[in-house]
């Protein structure tokens, strides 16, 4: 079965750090998606991307944060420079055939778990 | 509140009791989704409920939908304690396209064998 994969699993970096997340999408996906949950706490929407450019982002999304697909099949997610609170666990996600109208459900990576010390 | 809160935030059921979480929400939907997450693990998909339906089933799982009250449960019959996991409800919003779902806290199930 066709699944999104994440790397790294688990990221430990210091304040003030670039840190780039991967994700590698489901391969005739469209739209693409970049969630965190703080530990313990609800899932928070970040970014979605659709046709090489964000399509909408959240106030969470401020100027630390890009977003990018650099070749057919990563997506990225870049934080300049981390904070403390940007500890969390990301989750990327994608959704969307071509040719296909579908409900919007999510197919989720296993996620990439950032501790900024 | 946020859109997409569950309740309650926690649940321990011994296993073959049935488990019920609520959701409710704010906005128009075109459909409500509920995933479930294992411990530091991603979402995955469980059901769909759209906006002109009140109840579906799949397996174990019963959703129902009341769009007056802007609410929705997700029953599991006969759990397991493999059923132990969070789980999440998420709203596609009218205005929202393919631009995002949004989810709430969760409610962790603890199902005891």
């Known amino acids: 079965e066709p699944e999104v994969t994440q790397t790294p699993s688990h990221q430990v970096t210091q304040m003030g750090q670039e840190v780039i997340l991967r994700c590698v999408p489901i391969s005739n996906h469209l739209y693409f998606y970049w969630y965190r949950q703080i530990l313990g706490q609800k899932v928070e929407f970040l970014v979605s991307?659709?046709?090489?450019?964000?399509?909408?982002k959240s106030e969470i999304f401020d100027d630390q944060f890009s977003v990018e697909r650099p070749d057919g099949s990563n997506f990225t997610l870049k934080i300049r420079s981390t904070k403390l609170e940007d500890s969390a666990m990301y989750f990327c996600?994608?959704?969307?055939?071509?040719?296909?109208?579908?409900?919007?459900?999510?197919?989720f990576g296993a996620g990439s778990r950032l501790t900024v010390l | 509140s946020q859109q997409g809160e569950e309740d309650p935030q926690a649940l321990s059921i011994q296993e073959g009791e049935n488990a019920t979480m609520n959701c409710s929400y704010k906005t128009s939907i075109n459909n409500l989704q509920w995933y479930r997450q294992n411990s530091g693990r991603g979402l995955v998909h469980l059901i769909l409920i759209r906006s002109n339906e009140r109840e579906k089933h799949s397996g174990r799982l019963r959703v129902t939908l009341d769009t007056s009250k802007k609410s929705s449960s997700l029953l599991i019959t006969a759990s397991r304690a493999a059923d132990t996991a969070s789980y999440f409800c998420?709203?596609?919003?009218?205005?929202?396209?393919?631009?995002?779902?949004?989810f709430g806290a969760g409610t962790r199930l603890a199902v005891h064998p």
């Open positions: 991307f659709y046709n090489n450019e964000i399509s909408e």
């Open positions: 996600a994608s959704s969307g055939v071509l040719g296909q109208s579908v409900a919007n459900v999510l197919t």
């Open positions: 998420a709203t596609d919003p009218v205005s929202g396209g393919y631009n995002k779902l949004i």
